[in-house]
């Protein structure tokens, strides 16, 4: 793989984020790694958030924009807008309140050289609102393969890109916790995911923001095990008493 050869396609949706846009999309620009296009996609935002990105558009033709009929009130659609016009060969995603280190693309595209390898992830750490760092480092493992991501969402969506020349577009479906289903998705047929082990991100902890509300979670996870991969009972149970481990350690940080 040659150095900044391939693509990278970077998706962000965004509903009334212009308060943290701009930092957003300057962690992009200060990208080791050039070869990139971020499209942004909104969604039917009501701040200036338009304005914002329509400044940076006019000023780096890699930035692209792209918006929703209406607003649809996930991320799920925007995305896979985003997807759909993705012309890189890796997808990356990064919402419009989160922040990239600058190295995080030139250290993770070099493990696609392994052909097992399918998606490429980090370890990131939690910020406030307000955008201070405490050192609340979110570790994952080293690598995952699909049985062991049913026991957890490892994969921080912000810091994870996965290879379509190897899997293909897979779009995100219908599901809460859909980056997840995505993750199981791309793993099912017999890919792994690696972890650089490198702090490559920013997730920006707000308050009201729906990953913060956990009771939800673990009733769409169950959803997740039962409905969508269609496990048996005592497997659901099983897996599910996983998640529930890893998600209380995950949230204390």
Sequence with gaps: MDNQKDLVSIITPNYNCAC???QTIESVIAQTYKNWELLIIDDCSTDNSIDIIEKYINKDIRIKLFKTKCNSGS?????????????GRFIAFLDSDD?????KLERQIP???????????????KITDTGERKNRIIKAPKKICYKQLLKSNYIGCLTAMYDVSKSGKVYFLDFCHEDYVLWLTILRVGYIAINTNTIEALYRERKGALSSK???VLKWQWVIYHDYLKLSIFNSIYYFSFYVVNAFFKYIK
């Design 214 to 216: 956990k009771i939800k």
């Design 20 to 22: 943290f846009l701009s």
């Design 111 to 125: 493990f696609f050289n392994n052909v097992n390898v399918v998606i490429i992830y980090s370890n990131y750490e």
């Design 75 to 87: 991320p799920i659609e925007p995305r896979n807008i985003g997807i759909q016009n993705a012309h």
């Design 99 to 103: 922040l990239w280190l600058p190295y």
